[in-house]
């Protein structure tokens, strides 16, 4: 892995460190539970999860660009925004990452792949239409720094068991009120097997969804602080933090909801209007922490601290 200029955060790497190990029990214990209450189903609980880490890990940066809508674009048919990123990897010496864009009035930006050579940033219609040169850079230095951090491999990896243990809690739910529940002459056993198991994957789900939430509010924290120091215009971020923050508040509900499961990955969260419980574990800090963060580094810089 190439070493660039990027601020290193050993809080971040702590956190990551101890979000895996976390994680890892918890799905050392979901496995073992799937196999002392249902051992025909934690055979198959075990290879399909094996199956679609490997699927997440090796293609998340493939699955994230077709669910965003996004695609890659060369030199010739994005200059600018290839100059932008061409500045950042001169400015950290960082791999340039791939290109794309993807048509959507959202304004917003991501960044996604398992590693530095298999990095794509994304960034949106939106986002390109709205911004100066300046605050660009900003939003892309800030993502380019989550794959100098190495978050985004562990925000994929961290983030398969939540979406297992979902998938099952959901299914089973389902299964359990159209066909295994309503067989008042079927096997009791069955069906008390079905409730431990949709019990043991929702509280591994609500385990998952709480570390990788903690873990993905403190890297955006740390993204920005890196982007800053490195470009050294701290002010030039909270700008395009401000503005992109104040447009997705006007972007209809509609094409809000559409963007929302992007959240953890995106550079300011897209939520719609009114009171949301995903506020209460959101998957960012609040704008004014992130704005405080930057103002203090801005002061700091200033004073030549």
């Known amino acids: 892995m190439a070493r660039t200029r990027y601020a290193s955060d050993r809080g971040l790497t702590s956190r990551m460190l101890v979000t895996m190990f976390l994680l890892g029990l918890v799905y050392v214990v979901f496995v073992t539970a799937f196999f002392v209450i249902a051992p025909s189903w934690g055979v198959f609980a075990l290879i399909g999860a094996a199956v679609f880490l490997l ?71 939106g986002l390109l239409r709205r911004l100066d040169p300046v605050e660009l850079e900003g939003v892309l230095a800030h993502e380019m720094a989550h794959i100098a ?16 243990a979902g998938l099952i809690t959901r299914f089973g739910l389902e299964w359990g009120l159209w066909g295994g529940f309503s067989r008042r002459d079927g096997d009791q056993n069955t069906g008390l097997i079905l ?9 591994a789900y609500a385990i998952s969804f709480v570390l990788t939430r903690a873990l993905s509010r403190y890297r955006e924290l740390s993204a920005d602080r890196a982007a800053a120091l490195l470009t050294g215009r701290p002010s030039a971020l909270a700008s395009a933090l401000t503005k992109v923050s ?27 209007k009114g009171f949301s419980v995903s506020s209460l574990f959101a998957t960012h800090p609040p704008l004014d922490r992130r704005l405080a963060q930057l103002s203090k580094i801005s002061d700091q810089m200033s004073r030549g601290v």
């Open 55 to 125: 699927a997440q890990y090796f293609f998340s940066d493939r699955m994230t660009l077709f669910a965003m809508h996004g695609r890659e674009v060369t030199p010739e048919e994005a200059p600018e925004l290839h100059g932008v990123i061409d500045r950042i990897c001169a400015m950290s010496d960082a791999p340039k990452p791939r290109v794309a864009v993807a048509d959507t009035d959202v304004p917003n930006a991501f960044a996604t792949g398992r590693n530095q050579s298999k990095a794509v940033v994304c960034v949106t219609t």
């Open 149 to 164: 951090h190495k978050d985004v491999a562990v925000m994929t990896i961290a983030s398969f068991l939540g979406v297992c």
């Open 195 to 203: 409730l431990a198991v949709i019990a043991v994957s929702a509280v």
């Open 246 to 272: 104040g447009e997705i508040a006007r972007i209809p509900s509609k094409d809000l909801r559409a963007a929302e499961p992007f959240n953890a990955f995106f550079f300011a969260p897209a939520f719609t």
